[in-house]
């Protein structure tokens, strides 16, 4: 049977850890930051494809043919943003990121495809 490619149904789900240090400057309750460090990232998930046969006279329902897959993610980053102090247990936070992935996306050795990456995190956190 041929397979069909990217025809069927996709799910993922995506964890990830951020590993950061850096520095801050400014007042008490305005801060600029400058954070570099790393992420770790694990994605499941499931993948389905359609197949048919070489006479075209059938397909197999995708819910016959699902791969599950886990893949580890490594990521580098650096941001730069604003932390401001609400209350003193309450911090809202804006930071661009910039990350560069360390595996290859296609997980094949004949093609190094690497990708960058960039994004705004918006925050709220609670110091108890």
């Known amino acids: 049977p041929e397979l069909i490619a990217n025809n069927g149904r996709h799910s993922m789900s995506y964890i990830e850890i951020p590993l950061l240090a850096g520095r801050s400057f400014g007042g008490e309750k305005l801060r600029f930051e400058i954070q570099a460090g790393g992420a770790v990232g694990i994605l499941t998930g499931t993948q389905g494809s359609i197949y048919i046969n070489p006479r075209l006279d059938g397909l197999v ?43 290859n996306a296609l997980n094949a050795q004949a093609i190094d495809q690497r990708y960058l990456g960039y994004g705004l995190n918006i925050g709220l956190s609670y110091r108890f």
């Open 61 to 103: 329902a995708s819910d016959a043919h699902i791969n599950q897959f886990r893949e580890w993610q490594f990521n580098v980053m650096l941001r730069a943003g604003l932390r401001y102090d609400v209350t003193p247990q309450i911090q809202a936070t804006l930071f661009p990121v910039v990350r560069y992935s360390l595996l």
